[in-house]
C-alpha cells in the first residue's frame, strides 16, 4: 500500500498537468469563427471539464480510502499498545465536546432571554 499523502500528491498533481492540458486544448474563439463553431467548442471544452471532474473525485476518494484505512490501522495500534491513554484522550474529548455544547446551549439561553426582554420592551411601548 502507497503512503496516503504520496497518493493525495499525486491526485493533486494529475489533476494540475491535465488542467494545464485542457487550458491549452481549449482556445477562445475568434472573430472568423461561427456561433456554432464556438458552442461545438464550448461543449467540448464542458465535457472536458466534467471528465476532469470525474477523475478528480475518483482520485479524491481513493486518497480519502486510503487515509482512512491508515487512520484506522493507527487507531487500533494506539489501542493496542496504549489503552490506558487511549481512554484518558477519550475522556477529556468527551468531557471538551459536552463543555462546548453547554457553552452552545448557554449562548441560546441567553440568547431567548434577551429576545423576551425586547419583546415585552415592544409590547409595553405599543
Not at 500528491?9 to 487550458?23: P, Q
Not at 479524491?60 to 480510502?65: N, P, R, V, Y
Amino acid at each position: 500500500m502507497t503512503h496516503p499523502r504520496k497518493t493525495l500528491v499525486a491526485a493533486v498533481l494529475s489533476a494540475l498537468f491535465l488542467a494545464g492540458g485542457l487550458g491549452l486544448a481549449a482556445s477562445p474563439a475568434s472573430a472568423s469563427d461561427t456561433p456554432s463553431d464556438s458552442k461545438k467548442s464550448l461543449k467540448k471544452f464542458g465535457d472536458k471539464m466534467k471528465d476532469f471532474g470525474k477523475k478528480v473525485g475518483t482520485a479524491g476518494k481513493e486518497a480519502g480510502e486510503e487515509i482512512s484505512d491508515f487512520a484506522k490501522k493507527v487507531f487500533y495500534k494506539g489501542k493496542k499498545v496504549s489503552e490506558p491513554l487511549l481512554r484518558k484522550t477519550q475522556k477529556a474529548t468527551k468531557d471538551f465536546w459536552e463543555e462546548v455544547i453547554r457553552g452552545k446551549e448557554k449562548a441560546a439561553e441567553d440568547l431567548r432571554e434577551e429576545n423576551a426582554k425586547l419583546k415585552r420592551e415592544l409590547e409595553d411601548d405599543e
